[in-house]
């Protein structure tokens, strides 16, 4: 058991309430600083893409026990339903009882700040953190940057405040600390299929909808309620950019001819789509995320990644899982346990980085390429048969609990296994035949 | 003739103090703040790298007159003088006549504030820039950040403040701005060579000095009252590293079994290398550089590099000529010359950071390795018959004007183009052959 600490964190968001669980189980005093409203008072923002919890989600939430009050607002997606110009295809995420799970990131976030309370942890709204002393824990509030500032001292202060961290701000200005943001040339905008009149989904509910176009794309993820939420990702500038929208006919004109059957399903189309803000997707990095034992980033504020895998917030989750590993294995010595978090989590925030910015190009090409579908129909025959050898990169990432950094490894050299086999005369009929099979067999042996 | 604008520089560095003068010749009223006292008033601070000016810095100078001014601070370099442990070589930089040139920082930045105040710019020392209003150049100056802050407004402002640049800063924040900072895991330490007695060097003076030991190195430049600026760079941790010299023992034996030839002319270095402070290396890019006809950013502020091309100050003086030409190019158009020249600066900004980074490996081990050696001498021999088809890197770089990012490619198609070269049978003796000039010819025409 770990001696009882007073802890600030930093951002109530997901991760942030999460954390606050885990530290109230290990007996420690948490005090939670948001410079927003009770989520739970207010309306959300309509500038959210709904989130897709998966294995690593589940782990940390079940891992404190909360993994079932969060089951009862999420909604299983086995496949994918790839909506062409012309027809609509599904395809299966993983094996038989595999999925992912439509969430609402506001409802999942008033819930986990219920949670959080219910175990102990005080809430602090409205309080803006402008700065923190990094060698003493300390937070400095205030109205506003340039008025007068509180002091609050700490033992520990992790910083669980988003992509643009106040916390990781002051970190930042040390010598030596390695850092970059790369801001994607794609926004996204928000977008709503309602529910029918009796209360039931438009689309399948079980299904990730995606409209895949090549540079932009749309997707549509269930809600409880019937409706689904949208998002449609497309670059800000040149053809078929957001740039181009400028009015409700060209927006009409564009979904008509672009994602015709999504014409019927979207009623408040041009409304929500002058209404809705366009959001900008960042690539943010850095390094170290930890000072001696007194801050510790966590989340988003250390790895804010592109939302195309589905995994900022499981990667968020994971850190979670992976810093509560590191109190159990060394007791009070917060200086070890906070630099071999940093030491395990880095390598993997890059490599779900990576993954994350490449899967755009799955999502919104790819998943409209017969080559690409062939290849998927090949690993997954292969992988049937032998589990063991072919684990699809997909799978290892989103079900199974092992580093992002070997998932990345691993579906790497998958792939140059998978374009020779794509080489291979008259693959199209015969890529479920045991020659495919001996072939793959043959190349996984040479590795 | 530009219609003249109020325009205030932030940094009174090389590049600050330079572009005053260009801006001033254009007609332009100029301010160049800086939060430091005048260096002409103070001591120099013992953390400085002497600057290599070569083609690109000479351009700029004599594009306003003023290099002739320069050329009587500088001493030529036309060669490196390899110090093995048991060996001296030396190896020409180019071709007959061509060198770089060796200048301290501090004489240098002195006589350019003085050539700029000359040309009725107009100085203000130890004045804090805390932040700036982007929309309308608006500086706000006070003596601390939390403190009263006085507002200026100019017609344009330039973020001439290097690396840690307070008007990048507040362009960091808006959305979209693109930024890394990466540090090198070497440090370094300036030291010091002084004159002979009678005012001669101790070593030869047209050379630049290098001791190549793999993972760290010792270098020399030559000034004007006989004494060399040598600067070590080394690991902070592990093997060989600064973390492990600890007391002035360990510095002396160090020194004495790496460095054999160093320790007569280098008597103080003990003392020096405690009292000198360990400084660190980093790249930093960004963008976008300016903001639509207010705020543009250059020099170090934009594009920090490491110094292993003795470039960052050619690089940014070479911004300076390229922002000259948009003026001339586009008039008042002020929008439009800060949009050209950072779409015209930027890829080379990038590229000269990349090969600044790769040098460290050609200088600390590379010039150590005989088969670097031997390309080297092959390059010279066919550029010398072949001055057309084969420019080597260095002299690209360095003796040209082409543009950074012209040069990194043809460099990478030449190393490949060597590499095959290396690995003909016997190169060691028919290096200097009919047989390997036709490879050579024959590789050329390949690509």
Not at 214 to 235: K, R, V
Not at 259 to 269: C, Q, R
Request: glycine share 6%; hydrophobic share 40%.
């Amino acid at each position: 058991m770990q001696t009882p600490q007073k802890i600030a964190i930093v951002g109530s968001g997901l991760v942030g309430s999460l954390l606050a669980i885990y530290l109230r189980k290990a007996g420690h005093t948490v005090h939670i600083y948001d410079r927003s409203p009770d989520i739970r008072q207010i309306e959300f923002s309509g500038r959210s893409i709904n989130l897709a919890m998966s294995n690593r989600g589940w782990k940390a939430l079940d891992g404190v026990g909360v993994g079932d009050a969060v089951r009862q607002i999420a909604i299983p997606m086995d496949k994918r339903a790839i909506h062409l110009v012309d027809k609509l295809n599904f395809q299966a995420y993983g094996q038989e009882g595999e999925a992912i799970y439509s969430i609402s990131r506001g409802l999942l976030n008033r819930k986990m700040i219920d949670l959080a309370e219910a175990a102990g942890a005080e809430f602090f709204f409205e309080q803006k953190i402008w700065d923190v002393t990094l060698a003493d824990a300390t937070l400095h509030i205030g109205e506003s940057e340039r008025g007068a500032w509180e002091e609050k001292k700490y033992d520990m202060v992790f910083g669980a405040d988003g992509a643009f961290s106040r916390i990781r701000h002051r970190m930042q200005r040390q010598s030596m600390f390695d850092y970059s943001q790369e801001f994607l040339k794609i926004g996204y905008k928000e977008l709503n299929i309602p529910a029918n009149p009796d209360g039931t989904h438009k689309l399948d509910p079980n299904s990730f909808h995606i409209w895949p176009r090549g540079e932009y794309m749309l997707i549509a993820l269930p809600n409880l309620d019937g409706s689904f939420t949208c998002t449609l990702f497309m670059p800000f500038e040149g053809d078929n950019s957001l740039a181009e929208l400028k009015d409700i006919n060209l927006v009409k004109a564009f979904f008509a001819k672009n994602f015709p059957d999504s014409i019927e399903v979207i009623p408040m189309l041009a409304e929500d789509f002058f209404k809705n803000p366009t959001s900008t997707l960042v690539t943010m990095k850095c390094f170290p995320w930890a000072y001696e034992d007194k801050i510790a980033l966590i989340g988003d504020a250390c790895h804010a990644i592109v939302p195309f895998y589905g995994q900022g917030m499981n990667a968020g989750f994971e850190d979670i899982t992976v810093l509560n590993e590191m109190m159990q294995l060394y007791g009070n010595d917060w200086k070890t346990i906070l630099s071999e978090y940093q030491k395990s989590r880095k390598p993997n925030a890059d490599a779900i980085a990576e993954l994350s910015y490449r899967n755009f190009m799955e999502m919104s090409t790819k998943t409209a390429d017969e080559k690409f579908l062939l290849q998927k129909k090949i690993e997954k025959v292969f992988s049937d048969k032998y589990p063991d050898l072919w684990i699809p990169l997909y799978s290892r990432v989103t079900f199974s609990d092992r580093p992002y950094a070997e998932a990345l490894a691993i579906g790497d050299a998958q792939n140059t296994i998978m374009e020779e086999v794509l080489r291979m005369d008259n693959i199209e009929s015969i890529w479920d035949s045991a020659e495919v099979e001996n072939k793959i067999l043959e190349l996984l042996q040479d590795k």
